[in-house]
């Protein structure tokens, strides 16, 4: 038996498909995977058995660097967060929850505005601009530079997310023609977009690998804690050397320098809500027994 090391391109019906030296191997994940709780994940790196004319076996998972839960994928180098200004309606909030669930997996974001064709009055982009791209988020307005996006693949696992209408597949679609995904229609009924996208596979890309994953238009902060909170928002991080108290939440505590810039415009008030609004939900987030084996 051979062990061979390589990456999990695609995962579907129980099979999984490792690329290795430019080939496509179908394999199964070994029955003690269970026992121990593990998944393999596309994106995994993995160490596999393959043997002429039969199926091959996941044999070990190799350590990841991270890994999402929606959408199922490890060792994500950057995520692109798909936000259309209109059908659906642009929300710095939804925004800012990728944002930070992306920062908390040390994924680096990228932010493309999609459907800017259909507003005349640009006000919002620019405000948009404002807002990110002192913290180092690039602002992408799709309309005009899809290229700019494009030339980010290169030697990066790509991850598209935003919620389900906001245009993923389409945006895939644009960039490159032949994947032919399938996109849906707005359901009008609902006011947001269907699940268009059944699994998620990793396409060779502009010199990377990018994720074509399904939409979702609600994130719950399940592993974020109310001390990690401020620390996945740069600008908090900035200035938090600054605040009195080391471990400052940024809210109630006095010589709090969050808010001293907050005051004085130097940090946004829509972020500064946002993180209010998270905390809360964190504070209050219900704790996770595990059952005993």
């Known amino acids: 038996m051979r062990r061979i090391e390589g990456q999990i391109r695609k995962a579907?019906?129980?099979?999984?498909?490792?690329?290795?030296g430019g080939k496509i191997h179908q394999t199964r994940a070994r029955g003690n995977f269970r026992k121990k709780k593990l998944t393999p994940l596309v994106g995994d790196e993995v160490v596999f058995s393959s043997e002429e004319n039969s199926e091959g076996y996941i044999l070990?998972?190799?350590?990841?660097?991270?890994?999402?839960?929606?959408p199922p994928v490890a060792n994500v180098d950057q995520g692109v967060v798909v936000t259309s200004l209109v059908e659906p309606n642009f929300s710095y909030n939804l925004?800012?929850?990728?944002?930070?669930?992306?920062?908390n997996k040390g994924?680096?974001?990228?932010?493309?505005?999609?459907?800017?064709?259909?507003?005349?009055?640009?006000?919002?982009?620019?405000?948009?601009?404002?807002?990110?791209?002192p913290l180092g988020y690039p602002v992408i307005d799709g309309e005009q530079d899809k290229q700019r996006l494009t030339d980010l693949f290169a030697e990066k696992l790509t991850v598209f997310m935003g919620q389900s209408g906001a245009g993923k597949s389409t945006l895939l679609n644009d960039v490159s023609p032949e994947l032919n995904l399938e996109t849906g229609e707005i359901s009008d009924a609902l006011g947001r977009g269907r699940h268009t996208t059944r699994h998620v596979e990793l396409l060779e890309l502009f010199g990377g690998l990018v994720a074509d994953t399904p939409g979702f238009s609600s994130i719950e902060f399940l592993e974020i804690s109310a001390d990690e909170l401020p620390k996945e928002f740069p600008e908090f991080l900035a200035a938090a050397p600054e605040c009195r108290f080391r471990e400052c939440h940024h809210v109630n505590e006095p010589g709090c320098e969050v808010k001293r810039r907050l005051e004085i415009g130097e940090i946004a008030q829509t972020r500064y809500d946002n993180y209010l609004q998270f905390l809360q939900e964190i504070e209050k987030r219900r704790p996770v027994y595990k059952k005993n084996k």
Do not use: H
């Open 107 to 133: 994924i680096y974001p990228v932010i493309y505005l999609s459907k800017t064709d259909l507003v005349a009055d640009q006000t919002l982009v620019n405000e948009i601009r404002t807002v990110y791209e």
């Open 60 to 70: 070990e998972l190799l350590p990841r660097k991270n890994d999402l839960v929606r």
């Open 12 to 20: 579907l019906s129980g099979f999984y498909y490792v690329s290795s």
């Open 95 to 103: 925004l800012d929850r990728f944002l930070v669930t992306l920062e």
